[in-house]
């Protein structure tokens, strides 16, 4: 996973090290709520185990972390714990916060990446600054995605009424696609915007998450199922009901999944292409599984779109490989999706471009990024500012 995004600490001298900025501790004040995955060695010892992480904190704008609650996953067992502790940020945005050792990097006091420093850890993520005044039970419909490791990649939408679920979702397993219908039930959020929902789907699967609300449109999800790894994110829908017109312009994706082979991101995929009317006109693709490249890979294809925000899209590279995706609308602007091919778990975004035109000076000013990854010998991670 690589992500970049401009930093908005200002500052107006050259970006030749070291990168400046008028970032401070006062820049990261107030709730917010974080996500994770990574490796780690279990607090008994042995080799690192996969594991997933999430919760919220109150930062004081003075270099401590007042209070939070920390959920966390691992070989079978979950626990969750109330949180203290502190933090240092330079200028830049690049510094630290101590509940575990997080490497963080801000993107403005709203928005911020975070990697695992721990010795006996590694993992990537992010977090967001809550909106407290939307910490009431959540209502509407949102489009959601979640990935569980090694076992599934969902996508779909459910809709809440006075704490009732009804839906829909598309779940990709090892054995193939299915499509079930969704009930459940939500429970109103403690102070600090963390609750609890319950998913049942007609495959027989009922799934405990913790949420974390950001705002009355997003939340974060972590299931908190023994034995189970997975994250997700929650966005309400809008500008329903939907049409091939939709899905109209330029869009950038990206993805991650799990492969038997390389296991957890052992595949990942971005791109862009250009859509409308039910037909996907031009496209550049670019993929990494279980280490074989595809570069710069020119594609075309066709979708057909459902009232309620889901299509199935067919995408022709250009070197004779057809991929079959389902999308689900958040809105006009962006797309939640998984890639429907049993060989891997893979799910992602895609999000309207801003312009219509590049070159290289769209790529201007300091950015804060965040890696997730591996190479040949290690599991690696890094976030900064460039």
Not at 38 to 50: E, I, L, W
Not at 318 to 342: A, C, E, H, K, Y
Request: charged residues 10%; hydrophobic residues 35%.
């Amino acid at each position: 996973m690589l992500l970049f995004s401009f930093a908005c600490g200002g500052g107006s001298t050259p970006r030749n090290p070291p990168v400046t900025g008028n970032f401070s501790n006062a820049s990261l004040n107030g709730q917010y709520a974080y996500s994770l995955s990574g490796t780690a060695t279990p607090s008994g010892g042995g080799s690192f185990v996969a594991y997933s992480e999430a919760g919220v904190f109150t930062a004081d704008g003075n270099g401590h972390i007042t209070s939070g609650t920390d959920d966390f996953s691992q070989s079978g067992a979950f626990a969750s714990n109330a949180i203290t502790g502190n933090y240092s940020l330079h200028n830049d945005g690049t510094g630290n916060i101590n509940i575990v050792q997080f490497g963080v990097s801000l993107l403005n006091g709203s928005q911020l990446y975070l990697i695992e420093t721990d010795g006996f850890a590694t993992g990537g993520g992010s977090a967001e600054k809550q909106d407290t005044t939307a910490f009431t039970t959540p209502s509407g419909t949102f489009v959601f995605r979640v990935h569980a490791q090694d076992s599934t990649a969902n996508v779909g939408a459910m809709t809440i009424n006075a704490g009732s679920i009804t839906g829909n979702e598309d779940v990709l397993a090892s054995t193939g696609l299915t499509s079930p219908t969704l009930s459940g039930s939500v429970n109103a959020p403690a102070a600090n915007g963390r609750g609890t929902l319950v998913l049942s789907n007609s495959n027989g699967i009922t799934s405990n998450f913790a949420y974390y609300i950001v705002n009355a449109s997003t939340m974060r999800l972590l299931q908190t199922d023994p034995g189970v790894l997975a994250l997700g994110r929650a966005e309400k829908q809008s500008a329903g009901p939907f049409s091939a017109a939709s899905l109209t312009g330029s869009f950038a994706f990206g993805s991650v999944g799990d492969t038997a082979l390389d296991g957890v991101g052992g595949a990942r995929s971005a791109g862009v292409f250009t859509a409308g009317s039910g037909t996907i006109s031009t496209g550049n693709y670019d993929a990494v599984q279980d280490g074989n490249q595809t570069t710069n890979v020119g594609l075309s294809g066709t979708y057909t779109m459902s009232s309620i925000g889901r299509a199935a899209v067919t995408l022709n590279l250009q070197n004779g490989i057809t991929i079959q995706d389902v999308f689900w609308m958040v809105n006009p602007s962006r797309v939640f999706f998984l890639v429907n091919d049993t060989s891997k778990q893979e799910d992602g975004t895609a999000d309207l471009q801003q312009s219509t035109s590049f070159s290289n000076a769209s790529l201007n000013g300091q950015f804060a990024f965040v890696m997730d990854g591996f190479d040949t010998q290690s599991l690696v991670d890094r976030t900064g500012t460039l």
